[in-house]
């Protein structure tokens, strides 16, 4: 089944963002020493935290699992190389919050030695789906665009999928992990993909791919050719951000509008990235659980930019180190790209399974705030048509109904609005404020309508009580009052009353037989 | 393990080269072939005028900005109120003495600008309350202009701002009604559009000198929409708007009334469409929005030329719309992506 595309659809807004790109992308990728310690976080997806089944002082080896998975949607955690558990402890994480979490860490010997070898298997896809499925999830497949959801998960959705979108535009400047990896591995993704199809019985795909990787584009074209595949197409679109959000993709390759709180599936599509095709690819043909993964590591204050094959749990400051820089020099690091990354405090923070991108600038913005004078280029380049500025002023009066009625929680972050705005306000910060108090309300309201339904429950549940007691007692009154009338009238009165009934009685006969 | 000293700041990280004072610096360097253009044919007085605004507007911001414990430098570098000053210049005439500009600038600064809160949140746009209320308060003032190419030289101009007109020279000489003001005049007068344009004051398009001030407006405004300073639906609307409405009525009577080339090309309409109207602080921020508003201004442009008190219309239809502003603002919410239609029945 051929299905030509013979033109791309286009969405509001955006930017044309310069792209910073050669900065990493001219290096081959580069492969580390072993790092003598990794910090491996027991939660590194979308879900339930999973629970280690390790201890201090084991003795673990490269692939083996060290958290089982607590819940539907969660994902095992696996040694990136063998050697000695050392802690389990709190450790700085990468998440916007700053905050530590649980990290189980590896005080590596070096040998990096295997539970299971990776071994190659030809009939790898001569399985059901079903065991495809467990395959992935046992190996800890997650999401490697950055959202980190399980693949298991989204790859087994209730409706059925016509149409697979694989996204390899990376959108974001200075990011070349995704083109490195298309460079050197289109190949493993192209059988990645493959093997998704066959999961989801799709009967097309599309892969997505920004005009400025010529060489990746170059490259997955020719691995699709041998495969034979006339359902799978390599789509060249415009480089333009945030071309490389998921409903932003699929806007631009399909023409549909996926609607608000909707998700592709409904609509018979799944958006996967190139990097978790790659992965799933691995997982099934070799067994080889999720332990590495390319990262790019770039910026103004990295002396040699380029991108590397690192180790779950290796620390950024071994990566930059690697990159010829000493972590002091970096005045601003960044987890992720500069549109929707986020700032780190610590240079110990381990990479994980969503890492893509190690971001090191020499200076972070911090222009002071003017007023907004209503120049509406915010809401010129919004991708999603919000009104940022009308969103900004509802936030700053924190009025959280209004800002909810202007679609706040479809703004997607990008960042566009912040990029352009010529007072420099830091939009994208008002809104993410302006979603946590209103998660924060809505918690305190559950909490508060909890709390009122425990203590209306718990009136009803006097007051019935206090009913039934009542009734009991006059149940019991009532029975003792008449065992009382039964008993305590002296026998005396009794036989005068029986008397009086009798005469009553015959007197009754005696005035209905007159009658007569 | 070493830890760099970073900021916690919230992401995009980069930015695009822009802040306000170069969006303001681009509207200044728009506006000055508009200047010169004066400076040609109504003399040296736009500039003299033009430094006692901006030493006005500057010392004005820096005052109240002070008393509202401001950071005063940071704002004044955003030229906003340079801005303000020149706009209201180009509308005071260039023999005017000197008062007029200082109260009128002073006024627009401190009660149309920073008494209701400075940059961002003035409802009305400075310049033209600073001009309603130099035209309300001294009408004789604010209607006199110099003849155009009048042999006026610099000291001359000092003279009559600083020390009012000169013993020697004649005020009816010298100055002349606008081609607006003439036309509105003898048109009540029962005289046909023919006739008063054989007046000797029009040129090609519509009043001599006029017309060229409006063309360099034009100039300037279209740099700002290259630039992308301004976006063209503004502009577009309030053209259009009082096009399209000159054109109705000068179908049914050609000599009752203006045409439209007349109309684009006389008094302030270039100024207004391109660099008064546009301010984006005063103006509707919305696609749709931004129609509604610029159409409604060069609706009532027409309306009060035609049909009002004064020959220009321009300060006024601005500031009536901006009254309507928040309204329109409200009803052209554009459709957010993936929905069909915004439900409006949430709201309260």
Redesign the interface.
């Known amino acids: 089944m051929t299905h030509a595309k013979p033109n791309l659809y286009t969405?509001?807004g955006g930017l044309a963002l310069k792209g910073h790109k050669t900065l990493s992308n001219q290096r081959p990728i580069a492969q580390l020493p072993i790092p003598p310690q990794l910090v491996i976080p027991i939660q590194e997806h979308i879900g339930q935290i999973t629970e280690p089944v390790v201890k201090v002082g084991d003795e673990v080896y490269k692939g083996q699992l060290l958290a089982r998975t607590t819940g539907k949607i969660s994902s095992p955690i696996h040694a990136s190389s063998s050697g000695e558990i050392i802690a389990i402890e709190h450790h700085p994480v990468p998440h916007p919050s700053?905050l530590q979490a649980q990290c189980i860490i590896i005080a590596t010997d070096g040998k990096d030695q295997w539970l299971t070898p990776p071994r190659y298997q030809s009939d790898y896809l001569n399985k059901s789906t079903p065991q495809l499925l467990q395959k992935i999830a046992d190996a800890g497949i997650v999401g490697m665009g950055g959202a980190g959801f399980p693949a298991s998960v989204k790859l087994s959705p209730k409706q059925s999928i016509d149409t697979l979108i694989l996204n390899g535009a990376e959108c974001e400047?200075y990011i070349t992990c995704d083109d490195l990896l298309m460079q050197t591995h289109a190949q493993d993704i192209m059988l990645g993909t493959e093997i998704i199809m066959q999961i989801l019985g799709a009967k097309q795909c599309f892969i997505g791919i920004e005009d400025n990787k010529p060489k990746a584009i170059e490259a997955m074209q020719h691995a699709l050719k041998p495969l034979g595949k006339n359902n799978i197409e390599v789509v060249v679109i415009p480089s333009y951000y945030p071309t490389g959000g998921e409903?932003q993709l699929i806007r631009v390759l399909t023409g549909q509008?996926?609607?608000?709180?909707?998700i592709p599936a409904e609509f018979g599509m799944l958006c996967h990235n190139v990097a978790t095709a790659y992965a799933i690819y691995h997982a099934i043909a070799y067994q080889q659980p999720l332990i590495s993964r390319i990262v790019t590591v770039t910026g103004s204050a990295i002396q040699q930019p380029q991108n590397i094959d690192v180790l779950i749990g290796t620390?950024i400051?071994d990566l930059v180190q690697a990159c010829a820089t000493d972590?002091?020099?970096?005045?601003?690091?960044?987890m992720?790209g500069?549109?929707?990354?986020?700032?780190?405090?610590?240079?110990?923070t381990p990479i994980i399974k969503t890492s893509n991108c190690v971001?090191a600038?020499e200076q972070?913005?911090?222009?002071?705030a003017?007023?907004?004078?209503?120049?509406?280029q915010c809401?010129?380049v919004c991708?999603?048509?919000?009104?940022p500025?009308?969103l900004y002023w509802y936030a700053h009066a924190k009025d959280m109904?209004k800002i909810q009625?202007?679609?706040l929680f479809?703004c997607i972050?990008c960042?566009c609005c912040?990029?352009?705005?010529?007072?420099?306000i830091?939009l994208?910060?008002y809104f993410?404020y302006a979603k946590q108090e209103i998660w924060a309300q809505e918690k305190e309201q559950q909490k508060s309508d909890h709390a009122r339904q425990r203590h209306q429950a718990r009136e009803a549940r006097l007051a019935r009580q206090k009913a039934e007691r009542e009734q009991a007692r006059a149940k019991k009154k009532q029975a003792l009052k008449k065992s009382a009338d039964n008993q305590s009238d002296d026998p005396k009165k009794a036989a005068i009353a029986a008397a009086l009934e009798r005469v009553k009685q015959k007197k009754a006969k005696q005035t209905t037989s007159t009658d007569e | 393990?070493?830890?760099?000293?970073?900021?916690?700041?919230?992401?995009?990280?980069?930015?695009?080269n822009?802040?306000?004072a170069?969006?303001m610096l681009q509207v200044l360097l728009a506006l000055l072939p508009g200047l010169l253009v004066i400076f040609w044919f109504f003399g040296w007085g736009i500039w003299i005028h033009l430094g006692l605004a901006c030493m006005t507007a500057i010392a004005c911001e820096a005052l109240v900005l002070k008393l509202r414990g401001k950071?005063v430098m940071?704002?004044l570098k955003?030229y906003?109120a340079v801005v303000t000053a020149v706009l209201l210049v180009i509308a005071i005439p260039t023999v005017a003495p000197w008062w007029i500009t200082v109260f009128g600038v002073s006024f627009a600064i401190i009660i149309a600008k920073q008494l209701y809160?400075?940059?961002?949140?003035n409802p009305f746009n400075p310049a033209m309350v600073g001009y309603v209320a130099l035209l309300i308060s001294f009408p004789l003032q604010m209607t006199i202009w110099l003849s155009p190419f009048t042999e006026f030289g610099f000291v001359e101009s000092v003279n009559i701002i600083f020390w009012g007109f000169d013993a020697h020279l004649s005020v009816d000489a010298l100055t002349t009604a606008t081609p607006l003001d003439e036309l509105k005049t003898r048109l009540a007068l029962a005289e046909t559009v023919s006739e008063i344009k054989m007046s000797g004051i029009f040129g090609a398009i519509a009043g001599i000198g006029w017309e060229w001030v409006n063309l360099a407006f034009l100039g300037g405004g279209l740099y700002l929409i290259y630039q992308k300073v301004i976006?063209w639906h503004i502009p577009v609307a309030v053209l259009s708007g009082l096009f399209i409405t000159a054109l109705l009525f000068y179908l049914i009577a050609p000599d009752y009334y203006l045409s439209p080339i007349l109309h684009l090309f006389s008094g302030g309409t270039m100024l207004a469409a391109f660099f008064i109207a546009t301010d984006?602080?005063s103006?509707s921020?919305?696609p749709k929005g931004r129609l509604i508003y610029g159409v409604s201004i060069g609706v009532l442009i027409y309306m009060i030329r035609t049909w009002g008190g004064y020959p220009d219309g321009v300060a006024f239809s601005v500031l009536l719309v901006n009254m309507a502003v928040p309204t329109i603002?409200y009803y052209t919410?554009?459709?957010?992506?993936?929905?069909?239609k915004?439900d409006d029945t949430?709201?309260?």
């Open positions: 969405f509001a700053g400047p409903k509008s996926i609607p608000s709180k909707a620390t400051d972590p002091a020099n970096i005045p601003h690091l960044i992720g500069p549109m929707m990354g986020y700032s780190l405090k610590h240079i110990a971001l600038l972070a913005l911090s222009p002071p003017m007023p907004c004078i209503r120049c509406g809401a010129d991708p999603v048509q919000l009104l500025q009308q109904d009625n202007y679609a479809d972050e960042g912040s990029y352009v705005c010529p007072s420099r830091p994208i910060q993410r | 393990m070493k830890s760099p000293s970073v900021f916690n700041h919230s992401s995009p990280h980069v930015q695009a822009t802040d306000v170069k969006v950071d940071l704002y955003d906003s809160g400075g940059l961002g949140y976006s984006p602080v103006s921020t919305t603002d919410r554009p459709q957010v992506f993936g929905y069909q915004l949430k709201e309260e």
